[in-house]
């Protein structure tokens, strides 16, 4: 999509909004980047059930406070100006209600997909009822930061003696433990893997039980069958789900000024302004599939917690705290090719790895010349390079992860996130690399994708950094994403729409190869 001022027709919904949106079937986007593989839960056979965990002490700890956010007031009627490239599905997306309560509010739309540039739309009544104050977790509890990688999962999944001890799952054609799963699940969405642990326990008794329903087994997270026009059945579906449902509470409240919350019935509350972003995380994904009465009591001390504090004791004994400092700055990158070649800028901030966690990811197209009818994905000959020096602290299932701190763990510190890089020639993990070395070759290799780009994101202390934050609120500024001085902006609420600007040049980003807007060089 071109930034100028066109009117808005279905169209703008195909390129508006990432593949990977979970409430929104049948959206196709060129370069959306993540999507659950292919997935076939094996059921093996299951010992007898065991007795049930003891109930855990209340809070032993008082959480560091959070910055109270400025209250909401719930009489006034907020209006958007639809801006170019918007849908009305983003709108509601972006402020925490469905699709059909925002069309209740604006009886003149009556078609979803037909917008205008400058059109009001009526934003509907922020709700009185907030959530409670009872936090839950910390942000360095659900994001896969600090301490995370010491937790062995393999080593805790054999001592419990439910179903999850015996189950499997078929992913990318290999047949995978419960442990492997989790662990993927937790590195590829940065999201530690005691809190999937504790949410397979509460939401199914997958830790203490091995007499569960085929729903427990197949939906486990979910707890009922996926939606028309979306197969979540299996444990690697199901862990994916779930942890992009828990980054759209964090990353939503923490720095895209989510401040509502809507029900399946439509019943809907503001998030309490003193929360942190985990409480909020896990309070978005418990309210999926759950009745708001009982999410009431899910939320407090006799709820979730009380199953995670059974396993992994205080959340708030020790936290990272805050897990990305006010006033970080971004290490010097270059752009991640070579200097004299001219790639293609072809998407814009989206996210990190699924729609629901930071939009920390842009992406770039190498130069080749493809004959006519070859097949779009495919190993480019155009090397990716490393855009400052680092250690590689992983590099497998397409995925390159560059550490800056040099200390090869990349949950602490500034880290480089490369996707859909070809297995051979890719940069071999604990390997020291300069500015410029070889990181490998693009294709379409890791997540989803469906043709030959290189995806790149940062990370600090496992979190997803936003490439561009328009939305942050005072003391949640975040810095530039800057490659070869090359500024990364986003358009508000569009996923993939933005541009790079260098000085006076800008560079739109669009699919293809015969616009001149979109080719980048240094």
Not at 209 to 215: E, G, H, P, V, Y
Not at 231 to 250: C, M, P
Request: proline letters at 8%; glycine letters at 10%; a negative charge.
């Amino acid at each position: 999509m071109r930034l100028q001022a066109v009117g808005i027709a279905a169209a703008a919904v195909l390129l508006g909004v990432s593949a990977c949106t979970q409430n929104q079937p049948g959206v196709i986007v060129i370069t959306a980047t993540f999507q659950p593989v292919e997935s076939v839960l094996v059921t093996p056979p299951v010992p007898a059930d065991t007795a049930p965990l003891p109930a855990p002490a209340l809070p032993a700890s008082s959480p560091t406070p959070d910055p109270t956010r400025p209250a909401v007031g719930t009489n006034a009627v907020a209006e958007y100006v639809v801006q170019p490239g918007d849908t009305l599905f983003a709108i509601a997306q972006a402020n925490g209600i469905s699709l059909e309560t925002l069309m209740a509010a604006n009886a003149q739309i009556t078609n979803p997909n037909l917008l205008s540039v400058g059109q009001i739309v009526n934003l509907p009544h922020p709700p009185n009822e907030t959530s409670g104050e009872f936090k839950i977790i910390p942000d360095s509890r659900l994001v896969r930061g600090p301490g995370s990688g010491a937790f062995d999962v393999a080593g805790f999944i054999s001592g419990q003696p439910g179903y999850i001890r015996i189950a499997t799952d078929v992913v990318d054609e290999q047949l995978l433990s419960a442990s492997e799963v989790v662990q993927r699940a937790s590195l590829e969405y940065s999201v530690d893997a005691r809190l999937l642990l504790a949410l397979l326990e509460y939401r199914a008794g997958w830790l203490t039980k091995t007499d569960l329903s085929d729903t427990q087994k197949t939906y486990a997270l979910e707890g009922q069958p996926s939606p028309a026009g979306f197969d979540r059945s299996g444990l690697y579906r199901q862990l994916a789900w779930a942890a992009n449902q828990l980054n759209l509470g964090y990353y939503g409240w923490r720095y895209r000024a989510l401040a509502n919350l809507e029900f399946d019935d439509g019943t809907r509350v503001r998030y309490t302004p003193g929360l942190n972003a985990g409480t909020v995380g896990l309070q978005y994904f418990l309210s999926r599939n759950t009745a708001y009465a009982d999410w009431s009591q899910q939320i407090g001390a006799e709820g979730f917690y009380r199953v995670y504090t059974a396993y992994f004791g205080d959340p708030f004994s020790n936290p990272i705290d805050p897990l990305v400092p006010s006033g970080i700055q971004q290490p010097p990158m270059t752009l991640p090719f070579l200097q004299g070649q001219t790639w293609f800028f072809t998407g814009g901030p989206h996210g990190g790895w699924g729609s629901g966690s930071a939009w920390a990811a842009i992406d770039f197209a190498p130069p080749d010349e493809r004959p006519d009818g070859s097949p779009a994905c495919y190993v480019s000959k155009y090397p990716v390079t490393a855009v400052a020096p680092g250690v590689v602290a992983r590099s497998e299932g397409g995925s390159v992860i560059l550490d800056l701190d040099m200390d090869g763990d990349e949950t602490t510190g500034w880290t480089v996130l490369y996707l859909h890089i070809a297995s051979e020639g890719r940069a071999i993990a604990g390997s020291a690399l300069q500015t410029g070395d070889l990181i490998g070759y693009p294709s379409c290799e890791g997540g989803f994708s469906n043709g030959t780009h290189v995806h790149i994101a940062r990370r600090y202390n496992g979190e997803w950094i936003p490439a561009h934050c328009d939305q942050c609120l005072p003391g949640y500024e975040t810095p530039s994403f800057v490659l070869g001085g090359w500024v990364v902006y986003g358009l508000t609420n569009q996923e993939y729409q933005g541009y790079l600007q260098n000085g006076s040049e800008r560079r739109i980003a669009e699919q293809g190869r015969l616009i001149p807007d979109n080719r980048v060089s240094w």
